[in-house]
């Protein structure tokens, strides 16, 4: 049987206080939503397997605190991240004014060819949006990163955004990724029809197929 | 002692050790009373708390805390500790719980391993806890933990690769010897066998380790290494990796340097001899282990090929370099590591291997004695114990049922392959959520060809008047009765028949051949339609011959196993003992079969398959049973009759079947043909030779399994080749088929759960409180805030752990108590925050340069970290603040505001007398002389003034007088006034000899006239205080008939305080000490 999984990476959730960091990962993780508010004051982490692209990726996803006052602590985990969610919230101009400064520290802190993904979240709330969807595209557009509005309340791109940094992990690790896909394909190999491998010199096995 | 003591060691290595280091604050005390001392420990294992290196850890308890205790908490789980009150005297079963200033020990009942028949092992003297020494069990030689790296050797041009640990040894109590051990290893050392030990440098006096930067290179930042290994006979290079790895290892190389103080003994290395000895004896595995003594000289052989072969010590060596190499990796591929599932799996090891356990020995063998006790323990009490700790680790594992969370607790630690083996699991469980039942047909036909060549056609046995059968399984026997065939296993009659069968397969269909099994005559093909060959899988064959000598293959069974979309097929072709008489042989063989005929698995950690372990078994053969109690011709003339109903009643087969003596559970079709053994070969006529065999029917087709239906079950006689008929069967039998869609909702299902499982397995607690707020903090004045751990399900690890670069958890002035520790489910702990602002912290809290803030990072292992916030204010303080800066401040520094203070304190100290820069300053602080004035009025003749510890409780109100100026309202004891003063001249930033005088005043101790010139060149204020204080000392002196004071005790007293030694707070020589109290008592004796 093939392999459940093939390989484990770090995806990191960053952004204001508030945005919904937590709730995207409880709606990807146990599919869970709870509309009241608790800061994460620390930092917390969750599994998930999931397949892309044919390989079983198993996630390692860390929710950080985003309260101003624990900053300097919570950039010290981006280096072990391979992968950085940045969410602000649309109905928040603060929070995506923010985004900047989120960014700035990724470029400081986090491995090279890390990989950014910008998100939205809270797009249910349409009513109180203060950032327009084409805000956030420009946005993306000017870091060359990929971007969702998500709702983890509706359960809007969620399943989605994560399943995309996962790839784009994926991608960027490219060549490691391609050992693991040779492996893979071989575990997939269909059963031996006609291998006799007890007896590689009998006579019998020179005529290995018999298409009757 | 030393089996004993071994399978002791390998009992403590499987559990989890913790050690509570007592961190105690190092705190000025007002009274300087003994400390209330007791032993403080936490250790998991057998009678854990008796080794040796929790003997001499001692904590200082907390004043309210008069009690030692030993609590045992489970039978392998023991913490010792001061204790505010004896929780086993309330009827619990914990035990011995002492009162420690008390002579009389209290022990409760005595629920702990008590010492073989002996006293307790723990007793009490002294007035506190004492583990009896000669009950102690040593430590033997073990790897500093985590401490090896591995590093290029450099000789001339060679580079070779060494492993290089860090071996401790303790010979006894508060002795420890540390010793290099070099390693050579294989490739990339995966296991302890891949690893040999090179050589060992002893870390004597003379040993150096040291970086070094070879000449005319320039540094690289995040280059390798390089550090030259100095000692009387070598002088050895190696580069070493970059990192923190390597740091930390140097650092603890630094560390194990014995030093030069001539208080420790020089180390021996004694117990190095057993590894230096060059003659090598044969190596004996388990030698004279019960003999218990230790021979002179035996490791070299054993030690030489195998250190840590399969054992733990090897592995933990490994694993202490792995640790670095994945740092390093994380550094070079900064962050991108890739955790392959294959990797990992080779550097999990069991974990009662010793991954988890403090110190790991370096013999890797569980055999090791100290060599101290050597010869102590008898023989038969080694025994004894020995079997005591065999048993108990049995119990151990026995008790170690494995429950989900367990199976999840262990996932978290990223078991990649339990996971699979459980989704694999999980994926049987609910096969009947994503398979139905498909129903396909097989033929199973059987033929013993009696050594014959195929000569003729086999289509009327395996396709005449059938419609194509999905899966052929044909089973020959007497294939070729030849010696080469039955010798050499190799026979042309293989090839032959197999063709035959080939071209005789049903023509509407084709078939790909799946295997072929052959032991000498035994044949079984096995053919698929080409259509299903993509749903055969894990297909294995395997022979077990039963005939001559039991084992020979002229006799036995062949067998195919497979897997057919998801149901498990096992076809069997056997050929049983021959002759009438011999069915209990039969039987035999049928048994021996069932039990010899194994197939792997493909993951090879899985137990192999037997035949009963199939959903489907389809046994053919010919299984030659006879047909009893009936002569020849009575046999012939039922079969002419056709009565075969009548005829079967005589059947072996049939009589041992219904005797339960074999094929248990299996089926066999109504027989309505003639016995099929024996005829005239080329023809149908029975028997005619001389023996006249009675007509038989050898040749069956045997079932095993659900959903199988018999089609047909024949014999066919227009075959004549051999003196057996061949026989067939064709079945419909129902397979378990995969529906994809519903296969991987399943497996996604499946997934999730084990995620969700996993997610509820990470250590998780809840805080009670999260934020603290330590409201005017005064100095020297405790606040402690608390809150509780409370774990959920999983047992988990707490502990502070350290900002990045940040030597310590928190604040100098902070401190968790206890700061890490070990919490089992749903148990709670408190933590109590202890914030104390001493001479230390002081000035910069006066400055404003510190605050009361910090952020304290709770780790959980292999959890989440959780954030606490500390904030307060501080109320400022003379004491800690600058003589000059005291001078400026007119108003009570409470009155001041902190702008204000702030700025005086952080005035840099005037050499000049430029003190006209600020008017109205004072020449003294205040606060100095509203304490001197105090003594002076009041204690002049006061005995044994500065020599009695004042109260704690006077001290914080002399301090509030002090800093609100309201020194009127002072009424303190004369005692604590003198103390109060002699903590003020301490907590001085800057002393009153200023430390940039402090060799000046040593050098001319003794001579008066140069002393007076450096006093004069102090800054002002600080000459003022000198002058001020000398003076009253003075006066003190006049009255030393009451006050029995001399000039000897107060310039020992005032020496240490005026005169500190700029490296800080080194313990200072005596010579240096004295020249201190020298310099003071010249300025008692004389007059300026």
Redesign the interface.
């Known amino acids: 049987m093939a392999k459940q999984y093939d390989v484990l990476f770090r995806l990191l959730l960053i952004g204001d206080s508030g945005v919904g960091k937590t709730c995207l990962l409880c709606r990807f993780t146990d599919n869970e939503f709870h509309s009241s508010h608790i800061s994460t004051i620390g930092v917390d982490f969750k599994m998930k397997t999931i397949e892309v692209d044919g390989i079983k990726v198993r996630i390692q996803i860390w929710d950080t605190a985003g309260q101003e006052r624990y900053q300097t602590i919570t950039k010290q985990y981006y280096r072990r991240a391979q992968g950085i969610f940045l969410v602000y919230d649309i109905s928040s101009e603060r929070s995506y004014q923010h985004i900047m400064k989120w960014v700035s520290d990724v470029d400081e802190y986090a491995p090279e060819g890390v990989q950014k993904i910008l998100i939205g979240n809270k797009a249910d709330e349409e009513q109180k949006r203060q950032v327009g969807r084409e805000q956030g595209q420009q946005l993306a557009k000017e870091y060359g990163m990929d971007f969702y509005e998500t709702s983890a309340c509706t359960n809007l791109n969620i399943k989605e955004s994560f399943t995309r940094l996962t790839e784009l992990v994926l991608q960027a690790h490219r060549k490691e990724l391609d050992g693991v896909r040779t492996r893979a394909s071989n575990e997939m190999a269909l059963a031996e029809l006609e291998e006799d491998e007890s007896k590689p010199e009998g006579p019998a096995n020179s005529s290995k197929t018999c298409w009757c | 002692m030393s089996v004993a003591n071994s399978s002791h060691r390998a009992a403590l290595l499987r559990v989890l050790l913790i050690l509570l280091v007592a961190q105690n604050l190092a705190r000025c005390q007002l009274t300087p009373a003994p400390v209330q001392i007791c032993h403080s420990f936490h250790c998991f294992g057998e009678m854990c708390y008796q080794e040796a290196e929790f003997a001499n850890q001692i904590a200082e308890c907390e004043p309210e805390e008069h009690h030692c205790e030993l609590i045992q908490l489970t039978t392998v789980h023991y913490m010792a500790r001061c204790s505010p009150r004896c929780e086993g005297e309330i009827g619990t079963s914990y035990s011995p719980c002492l009162l420690a200033n008390n002579s009389a020990p209290s022990p409760g009942p005595c629920s702990l391993q008590c010492c073989s028949g002996g006293p307790l092992c723990l007793v009490l003297s002294l007035g506190h806890l004492t583990i009896q020494e000669d009950k102690l069990v040593l430590t033997p030689p073990a790897l500093v933990r985590n401490q090896a790296v591995q590093g290029v050797l450099c000789e001339g041009d060679s580079r070779q690769s060494r492993l290089l640990g860090l071996v401790r040894y303790r010979p006894e109590r508060g002795v420890q010897e540390h010793a290099l051990f070099l390693y050579n290893h294989r490739r990339m050392a995966i296991t302890g066998d891949d690893v040999s030990l090179d050589q060992i440098v002893p870390v004597s006096r003379d040993f150096t380790l040291e970086e070094v930067f070879p000449d005319g290179e320039l540094y690289i930042l995040g280059s390798d290494v390089t550090v030259q290994l100095d000692t009387a006979e070598l002088n050895l290079i190696f580069q070493l990796p970059f990192g923190s790895h390597t740091r930390t290892f140097l650092q603890e190389v630094a560390r194990a340097c014995p030093g030069f103080n001539p208080e420790t003994p020089d180390p021996e290395f004694l117990w190095l001899s057993r590894y230096k000895c060059t003659e090598q004896k044969p190596s004996q595995r388990g030698w004279n282990s019960a003999s218990g003594t230790w021979p002179e000289c035996t490791r070299k052989g054993e030690d030489q090929p195998s250190i840590g072969g399969g054992g733990s010590w090897g592995g933990a060596l490994l694993e202490a370099v792995q640790a670095g190499r994945s740092e390093r990796c994380d550094e070079e591929?900064?962050?991108?590591?890739?955790?392959?599932?294959a990797a990992a799996g080779s550097r999990e090891r069991d974990p009662a291997g010793g991954s988890q356990s403090d110190d790991l020995r370096p013999d890797g063998k569980g055999l090791l004695v100290d060599q101290s006790f050597r010869g102590q323990d008898k023989p038969d009490s080694l025994l004894t114990r020995q079997n005591k700790s065999k048993s108990e680790i049995t119990d151990m594992v026995r008790s170690s049922t494995i429950t989900v969370s367990d199976k999840a607790h262990i996932l978290?630690m990223?078991k990649?392959g339990l996971?699979?083996t459980m989704?694999?699991s999980h994926l049987v469980q609910k096969e009947e959520d994503y398979t139905y039942i498909q129903n396909f047909r097989f033929f199973v036909g059987t033929y013993n060809v009696n050594g014959q060549s195929p000569k003729e056609c086999l289509q009327p046995w395996l396709s005449h008047g059938i419609q194509a059968p999905d899966i052929y399984c044909v089973g020959f026997q007497e294939l070729d009765l030849s010696k080469e065939a039955f010798f050499f296993h190799?026979t042309?009659k293989?090839?032959e028949w197999?063709k035959a069968v080939?071209?005789s397969?049903h023509p509407d269909a084709?078939?790909?051949?799946?295997?072929?099994?052959r032991l000498v005559g035994i044949m079984l093909l096995l053919?698929?339609k080409?259509e299903h060959?993509?749903h055969?899988?894990?297909?294995e064959?395997e022979t077990v011959g039963t005939g001559i000598m039991g084992r020979m293959g002229n006799k036995g069974g062949v067998a195919i196993r497979?897997?057919f979309h998801n149901t498990s097929i096992c076809v069997v072709n056997s050929h049983l003992a021959a002759h009438t008489e011999e069915y209990e042989r039969r039987n035999q063989d049928y048994k021996d079969i069932c039990s010899r005929m194994q197939f792997c698995q493909?993951d090879p950690s899985l137990p192999p398959l037997t035949i009963s372990k199939h959903d489907v078994i389809l046994w053919l053969g010919d299984l030659n049973y006879r047909i009893e109690e009936l002569d020849v011709e009575k046999v012939k003339k039922l079969i002419e009759e056709k009565a075969f109903h009548t005829l079967y009643a005589y059947d072996q087969l049939k009589t041992q079947v219904a005797a339960k003596a074999i094929f248990e559970g299996f089926t066999e079709g109504e027989l309505t043909f003639q016995p099929t053994y024996k005829y005239d070969a080329g023809s149908d006529e029975w028997d005619t030779s001389e023996k006249c065999r009675a007509p038989a029917w050898c040749d069956r087709i045997l079932w095993k399994g659900k959903n199988i239906t018999q089609l047909s079950y024949q014999s066919h006689m227009a075959l004549k080749t051999s003196d057996h008929k061949p026989v067939s069967s064709v079945f419909d039998i129902g397979v378990k088929v995969i529906n994809e869609e519903l296969y991987r909702k399943t497996l996604e299902e499946i997934?999730?759960s084990?995620?969700?499982m996993?997610?509820a397995n990470?250590p998780s607690v809840s805080l009670s409180k999260?934020e603290f707020f330590f409201q005017n903090v005064k100095y020297m004045q405790l606040q402690v805030e608390s809150f509780t751990i409370h774990n959920g399900q999983v047992p988990c690890q707490f502990e502070f752990i350290n900002?990045?670069d940040e030597e310590s958890y928190c604040k100098q002035w902070l401190n968790a108590n206890p700061s890490r520790g070990f919490l089992l489910p749903d148990s709670t702990i408190k933590i109590e925050l202890e914030l104390f602002v001493n001479k230390t912290t002081a000035t910069k809290l006066n400055s404003g340069e510190d605050k009361i803030e910090d952020?304290l990072?709770?780790h959980l292992d292999r959890g989440?970290?959780?954030?606490l916030?500390v904030s307060g204010n501080y109320l400022p303080s003379c004491f800690g603040s600058p003589i000059h800066t005291l001078c400026y401040l007119k108003e009570p520094i409470l009155d001041l505001p902190l702008k204000a203070i702030r700025e005086l304190t952080l005035m840099p100290l005037q050499t000049e007398d430029d003190g006209s820069q600020l008017k109205n300053h004072m020449d003294i602080p205040k606060e100095l002389w509203m304490m001197v004035d105090y003594l002076y009025q009041n204690a002049i003749q006061q005995e044994d003034l500065f020599q009695q510890p004042g109260l704690r409780s006077e001290f914080e109100h002399i301090r509030d007088c002090l800093d609100t100026g309201t020194t009127d309202t002072l009424s303190a004891s004369n005692h604590s006034v003198a103390e109060a003063l002699l903590l003020f001249l301490e907590s001085l930033p800057e002393p009153v000899i200023c430390y940039s005088a402090y060799h000046n005043c040593l050098e001319c101790s003794g001579n008066y006239t140069a002393s007076k010139q450096v006093i004069s060149t102090l800054p002002t204020f600080h000459k003022n205080v000198f002058d001020y204080l000398m003076k009253f000392l003075r006066e003190l002196l006049k009255n030393s008939a009451k006050n029995h004071l001399d000039g000897n005790i107060l310039a020992s007293i005032f020496g240490s305080l005026l005169l500190r030694n700029p490296a800080g707070h080194q313990k200072l020589e005596i010579a240096e000490k004295k020249k201190a109290q020298e310099f003071i008592r010249q300025f008692l004796y004389n007059s300026p």
């Open positions: 591929l900064e962050g991108a590591d890739w955790e392959m599932s978290s990223q990649f996971r699979d989704v694999k190799d042309p293989e090839e197999f080939s071209e397969l084709k078939y790909a051949k799946v295997k072929l099994i053919y698929v080409q060959a993509a055969i899988s894990e297909v064959a497979f897997q493909v997934v999730r084990l995620d969700k996993e997610n990470i999260r900002k990045p952020i990072v709770l989440k970290d959780y954030f916030s």
